[in-house]
Structure formats: structure tokens, C-alpha cells
């Protein structure tokens, strides 16, 4: 164990001397009680921007709604519009036409 101990010593001493005291941190470690409760916020904060886009997207869409609406009126019946030249199989009205008379 002791041949251990000083073949270790060398190592470290041909690598650059390596002190026996621990480096400075470069930065605050995040553990995963910090990162839960990060992510607890961001899960409320996600929440609550979800239920006022559901309450905005509700309210316009019921001011668009009660709205109505406009109906433009009937264009003039010009004849070249309807213009056959040979019946339909289903008959002469079109298919989901109904025939005014």
C-alpha cells in the first residue's frame, strides 16, 4: 500500500504538482431539489398562461359569434351562369339544386 501511495505522489508530481487542497468550484451546482422546484414554477407559470389563452381564444370567439353574420344579396339570374348543353344523369336541376318553377 505504501508503494501505492508513492507511485501515486510521482504521478501527480510528473503531471504539473498537484496540490492536496480541492479546486474552487467554477460555478453553483444545481441539485435536483433546486432544478424541482425550478421546474414546479415553470410547470404554474406554463398553467396559468394556458387557461388566460383558453379564456381569450373563449371570449373572442363568442364576440365573433354573436356578431352574425351579413348575407350579401342574390346576384341577377344572368343566363350564360347556367348554361347545359346536355342533361345531367340525376336530372335536369343539378344535383343538390332544387328546381324553382
Same mark, same amino acid.
Given at each position: 500500500?505504501?508503494?501505492?501511495? $508513492?507511485?501515486?505522489?510521482?504521478?501527480?508530481?510528473?503531471?504539473?504538482?498537484?496540490?492536496? /487542497?480541492?479546486?474552487?468550484?467554477?460555478?453553483?451546482? /444545481?441539485?435536483?431539489?433546486?432544478?424541482?422546484?425550478?421546474?414546479?414554477?415553470?410547470?404554474?407559470?406554463?398553467?396559468?398562461?394556458?387557461?388566460?389563452?383558453?379564456? /381569450?381564444?373563449? /371570449?373572442?370567439? $363568442?364576440? *365573433?359569434?354573436?356578431?352574425?353574420?351579413?348575407?350579401?344579396?342574390?346576384?341577377?339570374?344572368?343566363?350564360?351562369?347556367?348554361?347545359? *348543353?346536355?342533361?345531367?344523369?340525376?336530372?335536369?336541376?343539378?344535383?343538390?339544386?332544387?328546381?324553382?318553377?
Amino acid at each position: 500500500m505504501a508503494s501505492a501511495i $508513492v507511485r501515486s505522489g510521482l504521478r501527480s508530481a510528473i503531471r504539473g504538482g498537484a496540490s492536496r /487542497t480541492a479546486p474552487a468550484p467554477a460555478s453553483k451546482r /444545481t441539485f435536483s431539489a433546486s432544478a424541482h422546484h425550478d421546474e414546479a414554477a415553470e410547470a404554474s407559470k406554463w398553467e396559468k398562461i394556458t387557461y388566460l389563452g383558453i379564456a /381569450t381564444c373563449s /371570449t373572442l370567439s $363568442v364576440y *365573433n359569434l354573436s356578431k352574425g353574420h351579413h348575407h350579401h344579396e342574390e346576384p341577377p339570374p344572368y343566363p350564360y351562369l347556367h348554361i347545359r *348543353n346536355k342533361e345531367f344523369p340525376w336530372g335536369p336541376d343539378g344535383l343538390f339544386e332544387e328546381k324553382h318553377h
